[in-house]
């Protein structure tokens, strides 16, 4: 990182991620058990968070992820309850051109006006866990914050990848198989930037 250069600020408004009924009402396998870990958790938040900073550990010196409203941030994610989008897409982010750049990137029509630069889709992700991963109960804030790493890594100048041991798995499209392959690893926390990626994210974050 260039040294006059400060930490780029990410906020993460994890608002919607608290309540979350209707995911509870669909959970009726016992997937996701009421007052276990995807709803009511006052500490979910900070969990969530704990897995996203700790992804980003090797850039700790360039970027500072926090969560916020999207004052004084760089980048501004929201995580977002949604059923009604394409169920096989459970995120999306500006792609990162520089440091300060990114491309073009439209809002949700909600969002409209606010600083928002990407999206997590709870309600698609839950839709993946309940349907992919069977009927015994899932670490979901593993997954949640590793779909937000993701995310934030496309805003950092990273690319999909076709591999499901990628935490950059392009998921969309790719075989039932990979999927729940990729789930998996989330959820054991098994998913890392490999060395390339990180040296990808830090020369985009050395060019103002």
Request: no cysteine.
């Amino acid at each position: 990182m260039a040294k006059d250069l400060p930490p780029l600020v990410i906020h993460l408004d994890l608002n919607e991620l608290l309540e979350l009924n209707q995911v509870l009402e669909q959970a009726s396998s016992g997937l996701i058990a009421r007052g276990e870990v995807i709803s009511k958790d006052p500490g979910r938040d900070s969990k969530i968070l704990k897995v996203v900073v700790d992804l980003f550990q090797p850039l700790a010196a360039e970027v500072t992820i926090k969560l916020g409203d999207g004052t004084g941030s760089d980048r501004f994610l929201k995580a977002a309850y949604a059923w009604g989008l394409d169920p096989e897409i459970g995120g999306m982010s500006a792609q990162g051109v520089t440091r300060s750049k990114l491309e073009k990137f439209t809002r949700m029509a909600a969002d409209t006006g606010k600083p928002v630069t990407g999206y997590i889709f709870e309600g698609v992700i839950a839709n993946w866990i309940m349907d992919y991963l069977g009927s015994k109960p899932v670490s979901v804030n593993n997954i949640f914050g590793t779909a937000i790493a993701h995310e934030l890594g496309h805003q950092l100048g990273l690319g999909h990848e076709k591999g499901a041991g990628d935490i950059m798995f392009v998921f969309d499209g790719e075989s039932r198989g990979n999927q729940i392959n990729w789930l998996r690893s989330a959820e054991r926390d098994a998913l890392s930037f490999t060395d390339t990626q990180i040296k990808k994210m830090q020369s985009l974050l050395s060019t103002p």
